[in-house]
């Protein structure tokens, strides 16, 4: 079965710094695709960014980049100059060919000013 | 972009009585839907696949005759909790896959607090 491991329950950061956070999974699976949500207080689960794992290149959006490490099954997230409103809980998240997502358990990120 | 509602935003119920939760895709046509359930500081769990015309597929451990999940058209399905108690309360989210938008595109909807008192 595929899991999908968060190790970092909470991760702070000062405004402007840089910030990476952890995510590794395990699947059997060759073709499949990871995630990054960011679940603010409103509870509204928003798309940061995507990886297809058959693609070699990191993906990156703006201050919001991927360390994907398909040999390791390790995705990480790094953003970059950190700003206030990127304060909330980041989910890993795993998806093949059912279309089922699994989350990560999450990682609550603190911004500091 | 593509967008998914859910009505009520929040609901409370007293326990025994049943609550029924819509998720609708607004802009596109969704042929499977998914239900998720995310306790006070926890994941989202998945419950079941919903897809347009039959049976839902429900996750190990859920109870499908508690939670029923019909999707009768390609812009709605419904999660209704029966005979609701206090430990069903939990925030509860939908997302509805858009076969049109690409192999990966799923939007979530904004979810849905229930409290049972």
């Known amino acids: 079965a595929q899991t999908v491991t968060q190790s970092q329950p909470e991760m702070s950061v000062q405004e402007a710094e840089t910030v990476t956070l952890s995510c590794t999974y395990d699947t059997s699976e060759s073709d499949y695709y990871l995630f990054w949500y960011k679940q603010p207080p409103s509870r509204q689960m928003i798309l940061v960014i995507r990886?297809?794992?058959?693609?070699?290149q990191n993906a990156t959006e703006n201050r919001f980049s991927v360390n994907f490490q398909k040999a390791a099954k390790s995705f990480s997230l790094k953003i970059s100059d950190s700003q206030l409103g990127d304060a909330a809980m980041y989910f890993c998240a795993y998806r093949a060919g059912t279309y089922k997502y699994i989350f990560g358990t999450g990682t609550r990120l603190k911004v500091l000013a | 972009g593509a967008v998914v509602s859910q009505h009520p935003s929040w609901v409370i119920c007293k326990s025994g009585t049943s609550v029924k939760i819509e998720c609708r895709s607004l802009?596109?046509?969704?042929?499977?839907m998914f239900w998720y359930r995310q306790f006070p500081k926890q994941s989202l769990m998945l419950m079941a696949t919903s897809n347009e015309g039959s049976k839902a597929t429900y996750e190990q451990g859920v109870e499908k005759d508690k939670f029923l999940i019909n999707h009768a058209s390609l812009t709605l399905s419904t999660l209704t909790v029966t005979s609701a108690h206090p430990e069903d309360s939990s925030f509860y989210i939908c997302s509805a896959r858009d076969p049109a938008a690409g192999a990966y595109e799923q939007y979530f909807g904004p979810g849905t607090r229930l409290t049972v008192t």
């Open positions: 802009d596109f046509q969704a042929t499977t």
């Open positions: 990886q297809e794992a058959y693609k070699q």
